[in-house]
């Protein structure tokens, strides 16, 4: 009953920018963090950056300076900002939160993905 929807992603040159958003949708009571992780071509998935429902951020030492993670509350979504993209960017990139969901007859908190979206920094 809660969705994770990643957009943004595409192919890019070296050197440019991209930014990727991810909405939450359905039962939600409330969201504590959200993230991005990556997973590039034969290599395990890794963490990107991840932002706090107080907008605490933290980022992979690779893309600190580059990358730039912010969430809008009123929304339900996250956005990451890439810039100064390089090869080594280039994977599936994967939207996570810890969300509450519930109704009045029910609350469960779970850890929710996106299904991903491609990334890809070719000349």
């Known amino acids: 009953q809660v969705q994770l929807v990643e957009s943004g992603g595409g192919l890019v040159q070296p050197g440019g920018s991209l930014r990727l958003s991810c909405a939450a949708s359905?039962?939600?009571?409330?969201?504590?963090?959200m993230g991005w992780n990556r997973q590039a071509p034969g290599k395990e998935r890794e963490l990107v950056a991840t932002?706090?429902?107080?907008?605490?951020?933290n980022y992979a030492d690779s893309v600190k300076g580059r990358f730039t993670i912010s969430r809008d509350n009123a929304k339900n979504t996250v956005y990451l900002q890439m810039n100064s993209l390089k090869p080594e960017d280039t994977a599936v990139y994967y939207c996570?939160?810890?969300?509450?969901?519930?109704?009045?007859?029910?609350?469960?908190?779970?850890?929710?993905w996106g299904k991903g979206t491609l990334v890809t920094v070719s000349s």
């Open positions: 932002v706090t429902s107080i907008g605490s951020t």
């Open positions: 996570n939160a810890a969300i509450t969901s519930g109704s009045s007859t029910y609350v469960r908190g779970m850890h929710y």
């Open positions: 359905g039962s939600i009571v409330s969201i504590n963090a």
